[in-house]
């Protein structure tokens, strides 16, 4: 049991950097070009709402919200040296029972980051962001069971790809979905005992619907 839960502490900390921390393993970080600085979003009534990036989710009933835990220090000082690569926000982390919890089932999660695309010179389309995204989820033992590809929430369009990892007796299975905007990569990587699960929780993402202007008269 306690090798198992070491395992699934490690399938977390796979599927943060995965979502986190992809694009530094291929692409130099650009000078400093920032974009306005998205809202952190919040949860409310179970459900979690970014007014930035304009999408909710709502997680099972009962899961845990480790978000705050997991996030940077917000008094640091980010400007301090703008040499460094710039790091991820982290918009939500959440689980199906809290990370440090032993269990006999793969700890299923929801993962939401941001990272500024000026980071990332060269980087032009979401799907171009899998590249190294894929690279170090591979090198992390995790296998590609679907190539980046189209996928539609609502009236927005993301690329996803999907990946599986064996532990042990289990199998974790990650979906990973990505979009640009305002100036920001935003990742969603869904952690889940099974690809119906994994499909489950992305059922839980939805987008706000863009208004149509009403016609002049």
């Not at 440090?100 to 980071?119: H, I, K, L, Q, Y």
């Not at 993301?158 to 979009?179: C, E, I, Y």
Request: net charge negative; charged share 25%.
């Amino acid at each position: 049991m306690d090798f198992l839960a070491r395992a699934l502490l490690m399938i977390f900390a796979v599927a943060l950097l995965a979502c986190t921390l992809p694009a530094q393993q291929a692409l130099k970080p650009a000078p400093s070009q920032t974009a306005a600085k998205p809202d952190s979003g919040a949860i409310v009534d179970g459900v979690y709402r970014n007014p930035t990036f304009g999408f909710t989710y709502k997680a099972p009933f009962g899961w845990v919200d480790r978000t705050r835990e997991m996030r940077e220090d917000p008094s640091e000082d980010s400007s301090a040296d703008s040499n460094s690569a710039k790091k991820s926000i982290l918009l939500l982390a959440t689980f199906e029972r809290p990370p440090e919890a032993t269990g006999d089932t793969v700890n299923s999660a929801v993962v939401v980051a941001a990272e500024e695309v000026a980071s990332y010179p060269g980087l032009r389309s979401a799907e171009q962001y899998f590249g190294p995204l894929t690279e170090l989820t591979k090198a992390k033992g995790l296998a590609v069971v679907n190539e980046p590809y189209e996928f539609r929430v609502g009236d927005r369009q993301l690329v996803r790809s999907d990946f599986s990892k064996a532990v042990g007796n289990l199998t974790m299975h990650q979906s990973t979905l990505v979009m640009i905007d305002r100036g920001y990569v935003v990742s969603f990587t869904f952690i889940a005992g099974s690809e119906d699960e994994a499909d489950q929780l992305v059922e839980g993402l939805s987008f706000a619907r863009k208004e149509t202007p009403a016609p002049r008269k």
